[in-house]
């Protein structure tokens, strides 16, 4: 029996025929009707409305899984250890080093006119020049190879998350690449389709086809008229659920993924460097050409004018092999000024960085995301589940006519009241109870509707029954704007009664509504009593509830009303359907004042942040009290600070707003577009903003800011769609850990910068004044290659990889606009570069030239081998050689700082064990080199003392590198410094970043004195820490508004944002 009748022969359906049904869609429910409906489909698939059957669940959906595939997607095919080498010889610079070094060797073995009896050994300096190459390629290919595989395992974590199913009718959360055709997937507003499926119901349901079709109008679908869903579509608004029948590569999405499968592209940063590195290219070549040029000069006169025309001597056709020599020195140079490390310090840095930030809770879904985190000047952060522990609980409340400063006892409510939070709770949420892995059970969902229906729990309520009960007509989602959330439900009198009880049931549609405290208040004329009895709400009645309010607010919980009404049979669905026709009139049931709990390490985590320079701010949605209270409480809100409420920042124009922001450190009641102004206009004054968010309307801000982090447990998926890194726990201290690797990346990749333009320097201008004034560059061929290797691949592996230290949190933000080169690097490169080329210089200029090759390597049994009586390395050669490696091995020590505040170059280094790896090695190889490489490097075997003065003067660049740092550098040159290589600011942009105004706790905060901020304006009144009911009023004439704002106040009822 083949594959495709086993499949039909379990299913009745295969692969292939619900491929055709979905590439159907365009005509309709034709295909679908063919297939009988969704009766015959669900047959065929084994399921039904419940999910699957315990069958499947105790086999894990092998069958399923062998008929119709996993969830996964494709990934870009990985490139094998070989064809990466062979990427390496494809730089064309390698290309001509290589023919030039075979052309060496093969010319070696022309008879030369003064050729000895020992014999030509010239072709081992080709054959050394091959090995390099081959050694540097390999290098580079391995460490090709680690990244591709570190970034595959950070791209798959990228794309794991939980999805909602229903399987033996029971709702629960399973990992995505566990769900399986014929599974029933449940669908809330900001969900991400996780595979195709068909519609089985839906509530006033719309979805966002835009990432798959282009169009950015939502499609209305239904379960008869348009019941098709596609992978990676997003819920826009309403509910409902589908049957699988697509997943993986089978899917819409993953078909269009394996058509887009390609490379991740450059980082700005990588960019910025690769410009930088074709500049240095550019030197290193001239310099090459002009070594050549001096070279060639000094042979034509050696070989022509002197020898030919005045000694009257005879040319020798083999004198033109120099020429050669001359080519393959001045290629290895060029190779060695094109600084490739720098493109790869980049790329080990992130890959290093990703891998260490997923243990702080941070998954990087954009490389550019860690280096830009480093630059943040501004943090805008919501607060629940952010600052807060978003474990939240009800315990206070206003129900009966009085406040409750506890939560009260079942017994002591009328059982309607009781009754009705319970049936309310139940009908107007989502949120639902499982089994976590501890055996213990647990409401998931969103956290208010949690909070809520753990009360009703707690009263012995229990609302699987009173679902069952109940028929859903219509909902009114939640969003920014209404703040509110409304079900209207169909019941019969009995089984609400079994559901209920003691609750009064009514014979017909009733909308249950719950929301924002002042909102939904607002919508009600009448209460329940302490009788449990509808009574009018007189003004004393909602002076009492607004007094309650502000008392649970100012202790910093977020207040929920609940409230239902009853709707009289016979509206039509199209009266049914319009909200504002039923939202009116309410019966509020009571006011429930939920806490959320701040998490114990984000006031110090703020307080870190601030003292880095960095504004933090809360945008929330809540009451203005509540988040003042919280923001307080978590080192936010200061005595100087505004706090605003977001219908107050939308009447702002640009130039009130500006004036504000310097101390505006609260936005309450706010919507997704106050979060996009105050977003947009920060950018626009030249700040580098992170921006937290979770629900599907925070996508635009997410997008705008320079980081967006969506929250990992609570956000939707179009939130983390939108966003830069996710944050895996929702933590505020995981945005300080981000800010922390966002700097490390930047600060390591200055210091493998200036270590690489200090042997960049050195070698380009000991190479030329070699062929200058001796003939020869005093470094080889060989030699310059393996130094190119010290500094590019190993310098890299070493100083790319050092993760964040405490010193990075006392400096303000290198911001948007500052060069990648600061002053400070300037003269640490000046003056180590200096240093080595004195020493260097002084070494070419008195040594002696010491004991020739030849003559040692007759003494020298072990390397007899490499003789030759003609080859002419000096000892004097080879100490200029160990000189030059160790003084950059003692500098990459000093590369490890680039500030003056950070003088102690071994703090911390038992955390960096590559570096400590890559310093001993390259040290094991020097020794081994100048041991054992004789001719092939051009080296001669160095006596004890002079390994000693050797290394001795080198470690001379360690007490060089501490002096560097106590120099001043004049003001004009470092402003003149400051400005090479930095980003030219906007001609309007005149505002000073407002990091430089934060008063820092510590003294040693690295940079210079901001710009004055424009004043606030009088009319802005600073919070008082005193005062819980005192609220900021902006006052650009217009009314007041009132000390509690009835507006907006985001109630997280959908899942959705602060």
């Not at 990985?78 to 060797?105: H, N, Q, T, V, Y």
């Not at 590369?895 to 038992?910: C, E, F, G, S, V």
């Amino acid at each position: 029996m083949d594959a495709d009748s086993h499949e039909a022969s379990i299913f009745g359906v295969t692969v292939e025929q619900l491929d055709e049904l979905m590439e159907s869609r365009e005509n309709g429910t034709k295909k679908l009707e063919e297939f009988g409906g969704l009766p015959v489909l669900f047959e065929k698939l084994k399921t039904s409305e419940d999910g699957l059957g315990q069958i499947d669940i105790d086999n894990a959906c092998a069958d399923r899984f062998s008929a119709f595939g996993r969830n996964v997607h494709a990934t870009p095919k990985s490139k094998s250890f070989i064809r990466l080498w062979l990427e390496c010889l494809k730089d064309p610079i390698l290309i001509i080093l290589i023919i030039s070094a075979i052309i060496s060797f093969l010319l070696s073995f022309i008879p030369k006119e003064d050729e000895g009896s020992e014999g030509n050994w010239d072709w081992i300096e080709g054959v050394a020049i091959l090995a390099a190459i081959v050694i540097v390629c390999t290098v580079t290919a391995f460490n090709d190879w680690s990244k591709e595989r570190q970034f595959r395992k950070l791209n798959a974590a990228k794309e794991d998350r939980m999805v909602t199913v229903i399987r033996t009718g029971v709702q629960q959360t399973i990992n995505i690449h566990d769900l399986a055709v014929g599974d029933v997937v449940d669908l809330q507003q900001g969900d991400q389709l996780p595979a195709d499926g068909v519609l089985i119901r839906a509530i006033n349901l719309e979805s966002d086809e835009s990432a798959l079709t282009g169009e950015s109008v939502t499609v209305n679908k239904d379960p008869k008229s348009s019941p098709f869903m596609l992978c990676g579509c997003t819920i826009a608004t309403g509910n409902g659920a589908m049957v699988v029948t697509n997943v993986g590569i089978h899917s819409e999405w993953g078909r269009t993924l394996a058509s887009l499968v390609k490379e991740p592209e450059p980082t700005p940063l990588q960019n910025k460097l690769d410009s930088l590195a074709k500049l240095i290219g550019y030197f290193g070549a001239g310099t090459a050409l002009f070594t050549v040029l001096v070279l060639g000069i000094r042979w034509a006169y050696k070989e022509i004018v002197k020898k030919v025309i005045i000694d009257n001597g005879t040319f020798h056709a083999s004198s033109l092999t120099a020429w050669i020599d001359f080519i393959i020195l001045a290629v290895t140079i060029v190779v060695v000024a094109v600084p490739e490390g720098l493109p790869l310090a980049v790329t080990i840095s992130l890959a290093y960085s990703m891998k260490r930030m997923m243990k702080d809770n941070n998954l990087v879904r954009h490389l550019n995301a860690c280096e830009t985190m480093g630059g943040a000047t501004n943090i805008c952060s919501d607060k629940t589940g952010t600052l807060t522990q978003n474990k939240m609980t009800v315990t206070q409340g206003w129900f009966a006519g009085r406040l409750f400063d506890r939560v009260p006892a079942r017994d002591e409510l009328p059982a309607s009241i009781v009754a009705h939070i319970g049936v309310g709770s139940a009908v107007n949420s989502t949120a639902f109870l499982q089994v976590d892995e501890a055996g213990q059970p647990e409401f998931v969902g969103s956290k208010t509707e949690c909070a809520l229906l753990q009360l009703s729990r707690n009263w012995g309520l229990d609302y699987v029954p009173v679902r069952k009960a109940t028929s859903e007509i219509t909902e009114y989602d939640f969003n920014s704007d209404r703040k509110r959330m409304s079900k209207v439900v169909d019941m019969t009198q009995s089984s609400y009664e079994e559901a209920a009880r003691d609750f009064t049931a009514h014979a017909g549609p009733r909308i249950f509504c719950k929301g924002a405290s002042e909102m939904v208040l607002s919508l009600c004329t009448s209460y329940l009593d302490e009788q449990g009895q509808v009574a009018p709400m007189t003004d004393g009645v909602r002076k009492s509830i607004d007094e309650a309010i502000i008392s649970l607010a100012s202790n910093g919980l977020r207040t929920i009303i609940l409230a239902y009404r009853d709707i009289e049979p016979g509206q039509t669905p199209e009266q049914l359907n319009d909200s504002d026709l039923n939202e009116k009139e309410l019966t509020c049931v009571g006011l429930t004042g939920i806490m959320d709990p701040l998490r114990e390490e984000v006031p110090e985590s703020v307080r870190r942040c601030q003292m880095a320079g960095i504004m933090v701010r809360m945008v929330t949605g809540d009451n203005i009290l509540t988040a003042k209270s919280i923001a307080r409480s978590c080192n936010i809100l200061t005595e100087t600070g505004t706090a605003i409420t977001g219908p107050e920042l939308r009447r702002m124009t640009d130039a009130e707003l500006d004036a504000v922001i310097p101390t505006l450190q609260v936005v309450a009641r706010s919507t997704p577009s106050d979060k996009l102004k105050l977003v947009t206009r920060l950018r626009a004054l030249g700040e580098v903003v992170a921006v937290t968010g979770d629900g599907a309307n925070d996508a635009p801000a997410l997008k705008e800011a320079d980081v967006g982090l969506a929250m990992g447990i609570s956000g939707t998926e179009v939130a983390k769609e939108a966003s830069d890194i996710i944050l895996l726990d929702d933590n505020f201290h995981s945005v300080e850990m981000a800010i922390l690797w966002g700097r490390a990346v930047y600060d390591n990749i200055r210091k493998f910068l200036q270590f690489q333009l200090t042997v960049n320097v050195v070698a380009l201008v000991i190479a030329f004044t070699g062929a200058l004034f001796l003939g020869e560059s005093p470094l080889g061929a060989v030699q310059l290659l393996w130094v190119n290797l010290i500094m590019d691949t190993l310098a890299a592996l070493a100083l790319a990889t050092e993760g964040p230290h405490e010193g990075l949190l006392k400096r303000k933000p290198y911001g948007r606009y500052e060069a990648l080169i600061s002053p400070d690097m300037w003269k640490n490169i000046a003056f180590q570069s200096v240093f080595q080329l004195v020493v260097l210089f002084v070494f070419m200029a008195i040594l002696p030239d010491g004991q020739k090759n030849a003559q040692y390597l007759r003494d020298a049994p072990v390397l007899s081998f490499f003789y030759d009586s003609d080859t002419v390395v000096y000892r004097k050669d080879t100490i200029i050689f160990n000189t030059f490696v160790f003084s950059q091995l003692f500098n990459e020590l000093n590369a490890r700082k680039i500030t003056w505040l950070d003088w102690n170059i071994l703090q911390n280094i038992h955390k960096s064990p590559m570096f400590i790896i890559v310093m001993v090695a390259t040290v094991v190889l020097q020794v081994l080199i100048v041991a054992f490489g004789s001719y092939a490097v051009r080296v001669h075997l160095l006596e004890p003392h002079e390994w000693v003065y050797t290394i001795a003067i080198a470690f001379l660049s360690i007490p060089i590198g501490f002096i560097q740092h106590l120099v001043p550098i004049p003001a004009p040159l470092a402003k003149l410094l400051g400005k090479i290589g930095a980003a030219r600011r906007p001609k309007k942009e005149k505002w000073a970043p407002i990091a430089d105004q934060l008063k820092h706790e510590e003294d040693e905060v690295v940079g210079g004195q901001a710009e004055a901020y424009p004043a606030v304006p009088e009319s802005v009144s600073s919070v008082s820490t005193s005062d819980a009911e005192e609220e900021v009023v902006v006052n650009y004439g217009v009314a007041e508004e009132p000390a509690v704002e009835v507006d907006a106040e985001d109630v997280n009822v959908e899942g959705g944002s602060d």
